[in-house]
């Protein structure tokens, strides 16, 4: 093992130090102003190494990782694009990033002109009435979209509604929201060509539906084509229609939510608008609503004034406060930044370069991989396995031995509707060049699955660890190196 792959509480040696403290920072007389019951008796246990090895260590582990900065990262449903640098320069200037969020708002009047114009940004480009960017995620901003349909029908006294439809092919995030809405979960299925059965959808519709959720284009990456029916049949029969924003790329600027008759919806900025979420890094889940919602959009809310001045309130209708005064507010710098710079006409380009891009892998493989829904898809499509499955390659082994070839695996298993999910979504931010290469390494893994199945299973081989224990790490998580050392684990390491 090489030195700086160890952990570093294995380089540790008695009484070295990467750091030099002020002798007396607290002085004395704080010292002794704390309760001795509060003063730690022993020194903590922590790794003490030089500065030189915590740099090595930690630069060697951050090379450890994949992202978008990296390598090609396919990853369906989750938008892995290039994120502009400058926009993170930006998010990072003091004028902003040092406000506080207490501070007289006639001294922030930059920072709320931001969150305003933003939203009507959004405003502009999904077609419903105001934003609140408070949520900090796409599920907060489900959680938080649902809560206002409920306020929405709990205000006219229409108390029996208190179910949701939620098609077979929906994002896990979908039903768990509406669970955590309170309210009560009812599957509407898809056709074959993955769209929502109408058929299958009228008879649900009756005076107990609070509304539907719909993503579109769905999550096998087809657009709905009968949503202005679907919409009028829900509106009729008294719902409202939630839309789940996270595959709003292909859409941006040319097609709107609201016109295709959705009352509801939220946008990932850390998806669509430039934030990198590789990590699970800090999010925004902006929810947007029509005019007859406004009022029940959460707290607070920036208004502005006739003088053009920016003013902080709220309503009494709202249905309270869902996060910390804003939400993630450095995320809607950098959505803001990306699409003042990409303006009105280029946002149109974003759409129909990640449909071409998609169709052109799709295209490119559907000969050595099984495409259950053929046709013209948009941003991603679904693979079900490879198309020879007599050598028992599954999608995991494909998956594992792309990392071999330098690409992060697509995202597998989802949806639940193929046995062998494999959802491809390139971005539209990808080269020819890139695209072509990661076709050629999906082409080279089906060719080796039908002469030599072995070196498939087998991967991957060139990553820092081969298989790791995936159900362990889930159901048994060994999370400090105290409970490693004390763990069974640790005579398998050591
Ligand atoms: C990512 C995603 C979500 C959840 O969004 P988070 O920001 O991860 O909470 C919901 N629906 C779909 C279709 C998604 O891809």
Redesign the pocket.
């Known amino acids: 093992m090489k030195k700086y792959d160890k952990l570093i509480f294995e380089l540790s040696r008695p009484g070295r130090k990467g750091y030099q403290l002020p002798a007396d920072n607290f002085g004395t007389d704080g010292l002794a102003a704390m309760p001795a019951g509060l003063l730690r008796q022993n020194a903590p246990e922590l790794p003490e190494v030089s500065e030189l090895d915590v740099v090595r260590h930690y630069t060697n582990l951050s090379n450890k990782n994949f992202g978008v900065d990296t390598g090609f990262y396919p990853l369906g449903?989750?938008?892995m694009k290039y994120n502009p640098k400058i926009n993170e320069e930006i998010a990072a200037m003091p004028e902003f990033a040092a406000l506080h969020p207490l501070q007289d708002p006639d001294t922030a009047q930059g920072a709320l002109e931001l969150y305003y114009n933003l939203q009507q940004a959004l405003s502009n480009i999904s077609g419903l009435a105001e934003f609140t960017l408070n949520p900090y995620?796409?599920?907060?901003?489900?959680l938080t979209g649902l809560m206002v349909m409920r306020q929405y029908h709990i205000s006219r006294g229409d108390t029996r509604r208190t179910k949701v439809i939620v098609p077979d092919t929906?994002?896990?995030?979908?039903p768990a929201s509406a669970m955590v809405a309170g309210l009560e979960v009812v599957e509407v299925k898809s056709k074959p060509n993955g769209s929502i059965d109408v058929e299958d959808l009228k008879p649900l519709l009756d005076d107990t539906i609070a509304g539907i959720m719909m993503?579109n284009p769905n999550?096998v990456g087809m657009f709905e084509t009968e949503i202005l029916e679907i919409a009028d049949l829900v509106h009729k029969a008294g719902g409202l229609l939630y839309y789940?924003g996270?595959?709003l790329n292909p859409l941006l600027g040319k097609v709107r939510p609201g016109d295709m008759g959705f009352d509801i919806m939220?946008i990932?900025l850390?998806?669509t608008f430039s934030t990198p979420?590789g990590g699970g890094g800090p999010?925004s889940?902006p929810v947007g609503v029509a005019a007859h919602l406004v009022e029940f959009l959460p707290n607070p809310r920036v208004r502005k004034d006739e003088n053009g001045r920016f003013h902080v309130g709220g309503s009494d209708k709202s249905l309270g406060n869902v996060s910390t005064f804003f939400g993630n507010f450095g995320v809607m710098m950098k959505a803001y930044a990306y699409i003042l710079s990409l303006g009105r006409d280029n946002i149109r380009n974003v759409g129909p370069m990640a449909t071409l891009n998609a169709n052109y892998i799709k295209e490119s493989l559907k000969d050595l991989y099984k495409l259950p829904i053929d046709g013209v898809c948009k941003h991603e499509f679904v693979f079900d396995g490879l198309a020879d499955k007599s050598t028992g390659v599954t999608t995991l082994h494909v998956a594992k031995r792309l990392l071999d070839y330098g690409f992060h695996a697509p995202t597998i298993y989802f949806p639940l509707l193929f046995h062998e999910s494999m959802m491809i979504e390139p971005t539209e931010t990808e080269s020819l060049e890139t695209l072509d290469e990661f076709i050629d390494a999906m082409r080279k893994v089906a060719n080796e699955a039908a002469v030599s199945p072995e070196i498939v299973k087998d991967a991957p081989n060139t990553t820092p660890m081969s298989h790791p224990d995936e159900t362990g790490a889930a159901k048994d998580p060994v999370l400090s190196y105290r409970a490693l050392k004390n763990s069974a684990k640790w005579t398998q390491i050591s």
């Open positions: 449903s989750c938008t995620a796409g599920a907060h901003g489900e929906a994002h896990g995030t979908n993503t999550t789940d996270a595959n939220h990932n850390h998806k979420h999010g889940g």
